[in-house]
């Protein structure tokens, strides 16, 4: 059984103060039966691993370089993120696909050296609007799956998470129906490049404009087995709903 994850990612919002948040978290989930990981920007990774100790609350990257080390000005390294305590990587989001012009080559070498490095590593996929309605989602992330993740993958040191593009941030949500075809087709991708045993353990996650009202319908569809939250993620009360949805539909 793949064991259910509910991610947080703050994407570029947080000080200090937003660390309460995470506090509260944890009050409310002490014994989780899924993992919960919040992703929150790379100035609080350090202290929000130290809120975290002691509590089942994960802590993640949003992004790194695929280099360890060198002559990147203001970027930061996998071997860095794990340094600052933290388990998990995000790469390959659509908006540093889009902000950064990174292609599937790119994330590949990211999500590389993040497994190396032996962090979690969640690669992102997602269609444009245009590209849906042009029917080509499933050639889109098809193509996505293939060039970003590497030939390393196991069960263990791959997320994938599906957000269609249009659905970040905008309130709209692909009809469940087409959320299990993206799924379905994602599922049986995996299992035919590395075989049933790995293709079946990686956990697939949900994202875009998931929220306490949407959560359960979602989770209910088979092959999603959480969900990458944006917005609803930095109220703990929104992010808690969340994860007692996940965990309802175990
Ligand atoms: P929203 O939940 O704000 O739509 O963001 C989704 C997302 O991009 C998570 O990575």
Known sequence: MRRKLAAGNWKMNGTGASLDELTT????????????????????IHSAVKVASDTAIHIGGQDCHADQKGAHTGDISAEMIKD??????????????????????????????A??????????????????????????????????VPDAATGHNLVIAYEPIWAIGTGMVPSLGQIGEV???IRARLERRFGPGVGRSV????????????????????????ALVGGASLKSADFSAIITALEASI
């Open 115 to 148: 497994m190396d490095t032996g962090l979690t590593t969640i690669v992102c996929l997602g269609e444009s609007l245009t590209e849906r309605e042009a029917a080509n989602t499933l050639d889109i992330t098809g193509g996505q799956l293939s060039g970003s």
């Open 84 to 113: 600052a305590g933290a388990t998990y990587v995000i790469v390959g989001h659509s908006e540093r696909r889009q902000d950064h012009n990174e292609q599937n080559e790119n994330v590949r070498a990211k999500a590389r050296i």
């Open 183 to 185: 799924h379905d087709f």
């Open 203 to 226: 956990r697939i996650l949900y994202g875009g404009s998931v929220n306490p009202g949407n959560a359960a319908d979602i989770f209910d569809v088979p092959n999603v087995d959480g």
């Open 25 to 44: 978290l944890a009050r409310a989930h002490p014994t989780p039966t899924s993992d919960i990981l919040i992703c929150p920007p790379a100035t609080l």
